[in-house]
């Protein structure tokens, strides 16, 4: 089995911010600048198999963190989100929020923001 990336990145402390059960890092291949992880130090693959304590430990770094990123990034918005399963998306088996930071007129419309994970469905305000 591969070894885990996260495991293997809190084992080695290469975080940027981190309490008693959760941890934060850049996204290793971000979509915008400043797109950050946040994830359980405990390996565990689905979100909601967390406990109440690992998921509020993300919740408290996911608000550090979106602090920190206004602050040297300055963006005008976020978006944040978990994929749970792989038919959700979900590619790396360790649970793991996403914060990303969006910026003006990074994409054309970003009307629907996460709707867009089904892609036919994302546009509801046709005619507006
Ligand atoms: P998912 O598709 O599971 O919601 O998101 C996995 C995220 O992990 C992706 O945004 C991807 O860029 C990121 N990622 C994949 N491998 C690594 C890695 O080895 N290190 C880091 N820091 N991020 C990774
Ligand atoms: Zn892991």
């Avoid at 959700?88 to 914060?99: I, K, N, P, S």
Wanted: hydrophobic fraction near 40%; aromatic fraction near 8%.
């Amino acid at each position: 089995m591969k070894p885990c990336p996260f495991c293997a990145r809190i084992a080695a402390g290469d975080v940027v911010a981190e309490n008693d059960l959760a941890a934060a890092f850049p996204d290793g291949f971000p979509v915008s600048p400043g797109h950050t992880l946040i994830v359980p130090k405990r390996h565990e693959a689905d979100f909601f198999a967390l406990s109440v304590e690992e998921q509020e430990a993300i919740h408290v770094l996911t608000r550090i963190e979106k602090e920190r990123l206004a602050g040297e990034y300055g963006p005008s918005a976020f978006n944040v989100g978990v994929n749970v399963g792989a038919d959700a998306g979900q590619t790396v088996g360790h649970a793991h929020m996403h914060l990303i930071p969006r910026y003006p007129g990074d994409v054309e419309d970003p009307r629907g923001g996460i709707r867009w994970i089904i892609p036919d469905k994302a546009v509801y305000w046709q005619g507006d």
